[in-house]
């Protein structure tokens, strides 16, 4: 069982009624979509906000970075840095910034 | 004494006004949900403490809320507070917010595209809830108009919906197409005589009825006229900005049509223009007084490419003779130098003896008035850009 740690935007941090950083378990090996995956799982409210309900694609304004690499583009099924996957480098869930 | 609450969402969250029915001090309430995009707060007329919200983002997608204790608590029906987010077996519950199109054989005809601003053919992508729609006898009956244009219902209080399918697949979805603002269903009307009938506006493609409680539905757009498209008289493709009707005359409808103000008066079947004289039949807004049927008011707004009204004064016009014959209603308005617009969900009037109008702006005013329109006073004058208004009178 990995323990990630996790950065989201604040109006997901409000939704899930979280403050600051989340902790993720992760069971299995530590990807991208197992981390998604198990952030649903704990946080129910946020499904449908990252990646679209029934296509399961990520939302185009979001991007993902692990260990100051934008990994948005990659594999959702590549494994991630151990440094991620040990809880020492967060998981970080950005918003492109556009608008207002 | 009665009260009145008047619903407001805005770019950036959404307010709750509330007053007695002197309507003159009033409380602000918000912002509720702050940053996100609502496009809709109504109440249920079986439970005026149910609410229910429809809160959006370009980033974030779609999230449905509600509140049972009148807007003061809000929360997503599918997480409710205190309970287990996972089923024993470790799944999430969480479902409110999933509106998935249903194209089966066995529930609908199978569609699967309509039409883009140029013509071709894309196919249905869900984006949004425009307006929510409570039933008028059960307060965990509800109605969803979405972007790309479907009606959903929901029956466990927002929990889980369930797309409609007799409306886009009656024949003539194929040919639906956006307006300026996507293409969205974004009026619903439950008939109070005949609990059987919906009306429902889509932008663009015009009015349709369903006789059976959302089964099955038809266009009514016959006598509609728009220069905008291929065929002006097309049996779809109309830019309705929103319809009205009075509870008491329910084979009248009143429909602001992107350019037109219309009447009909059997249902929806035929329509008839009522613009008279109005300095512009451009507009987005209509609503029907709630002791006069016959007495209705518009907005005017300048132009489809100038959202702003004529001359910078801002008027909303009524019509005692539901149409033709149209007075101005300014005292208390903005006479020079106004350039907001009043968008399609944003009037509404309150049911107490002395009608309240109101009606919110881009600029972020409320506009209310206690006397059907002869005088209006701001509530508020500096929210967000206002997307709709809606009111609950208590008595």
């Not at chain 1, 950065?7 to 530590?30: F, K, N, Q, W, Y």
């Not at chain 1, 197992?34 to 409210?45: F, G, K, N, R, V």
């Not at chain 2, 959006?56 to 929360?75: A, E, L, N, P």
């Amino acid at each position: 069982m990995a323990m990630i740690t996790m950065v989201m935007p604040a109006h997901l941090r409000t939704l899930a009624g979280v403050s600051g950083d989340v902790t993720i378990e992760v069971d299995g090996e530590v990807t991208l979509r197992s981390i998604l995956d198990a952030l649903e799982t704990q946080y129910p409210m946020l499904r449908g906000t990252i990646r679209e309900h029934v296509s399961g694609e990520r939302r185009p304004f979001l991007r993902f970075f692990a260990c100051g690499e934008d990994i948005t583009h990659e594999s959702p099924d590549a494994p991630l840095p151990q440094e991620i996957a040990s809880g020492a480098e967060p998981f970080y869930v950005v918003g492109a910034i556009a608008g207002g | 004494m009665s009260n009145v609450q008047v619903l407001v969402g805005t770019r950036k969250g959404a307010f709750i006004l509330t007053s007695d029915g002197k309507r003159e001090k009033w409380n602000v309430s918000g912002p509720h949900f702050a940053g996100w995009e609502i496009y809709h707060v109504k109440g249920s007329p079986a439970d005026p403490n149910r609410l229910y919200a429809s809160q959006t983002s370009g980033w974030f997608g779609q999230i449905i809320q509600r509140s049972d204790d009148g807007g003061k608590t809000w929360f997503q029906p599918g997480t409710p507070a205190g309970e287990p987010t996972t089923t024993p077996e470790g799944m999430p519950v969480g479902e409110s917010n999933k509106f998935v199109y249903d194209d089966s054989a066995e529930t609908g005809k199978p569609l699967t595209t309509h039409q883009f601003y140029d013509g071709t053919a894309k196919p249905w992508v869900f984006k949004r809830v425009w307006h929510l729609e409570p039933a008028l006898d059960d307060a965990d009956t509800v109605y969803a108009g979405v972007e790309d244009a479907a009606l959903f219902r929901s029956t466990n209080g927002g929990q889980t919906w369930a797309e409609l399918p007799g409306l886009r697949g009656h024949g003539t979805g194929a040919q639906w197409q956006p307006g300026a603002g996507g293409m969205c269903l974004h009026s619903i009307i439950l008939d109070h005589q005949n609990r059987e009938r919906i009306f429902v506006a889509i932008s663009a493609a015009g009015a349709f009825r369903s006789d059976d409680s959302g089964a099955t539905w038809k266009p009514i757009n016959r006598g509609l006229h728009s220069q905008y498209i291929p065929d002006p008289t097309a049996e779809v493709g109309h830019c309705v900005h929103h319809i009205a009707q009075h509870p008491a005359n329910s084979n009248v409808l009143f429909m602001q049509k992107h350019w037109d103000v219309m009447r009909s008066d059997d249902a929806g079947d035929s329509w008839t223009e009522v613009s008279g004289n109005l300095p512009t039949d451009f507009g987005f807004v209509i609503d029907v007084h709630a002791h006069e049927p016959e007495t209705i008011y518009v907005v005017p707004i300048k132009s489809d490419g100038e959202h702003y009204p004529p001359d910078g004064k801002l008027r909303v016009y009524r019509s005692r003779t539901g149409g033709n014959e149209w007075e101005a209603l300014t005292k208390g308005l903005p006479q020079e130098n106004c350039y907001v617009n009043v968008l399609r969900d944003a009037m509404a009037v309150d049911s107490l003896d002395s009608c309240g109008v109101y009606f919110g702006t881009t600029g972020g005013q409320v506009y209310a008035s206690a006397d059907a329109g002869d005088t209006w006073a701001p509530i508020v004058r500096d929210l967000p850009a206002v997307l709709s208004v809606e009111v609950q009178t208590w008595p």
